[in-house]
């Protein structure tokens, strides 16, 4: 006796010769990061802040890169209520295992 079994898989692309529409991208919450009680950490903090011409508490230059390239909404951390833009997920691996030393870093 002979059993036949047919399996489909789906393809996770869309070709667009199906109906169905693509969700939009989801942006994660940033995690939460403080360096308050460094003072040297503090002062890279609003030097990364200010690397791209507005104080806003907002860093979109990639303060892994020592602010020397854009940064990426999709790869950011919030250190004490500033949002840090990365410029990739290999970079931002890199920056959160020391926030404070890499902050520390940027001051001259």
Known sequence: MVHLFFLTLACGTNDGASPVAQAPAVQET??????????KATEGLATADAADGVEDKVARKCAGC???????????????????????SMCKEYYVKDVEGNLAGLVN
């Open 66 to 88: 020592a602010l020397g390239m854009d940064g990426d909404a999709a790869h950011a951390i919030s250190v004490d209520g500033t949002t840090l833009h990365l410029c990739s």
């Open 30 to 39: 940033p995690v939460a990061y403080t360096v308050a009680s460094n003072p």
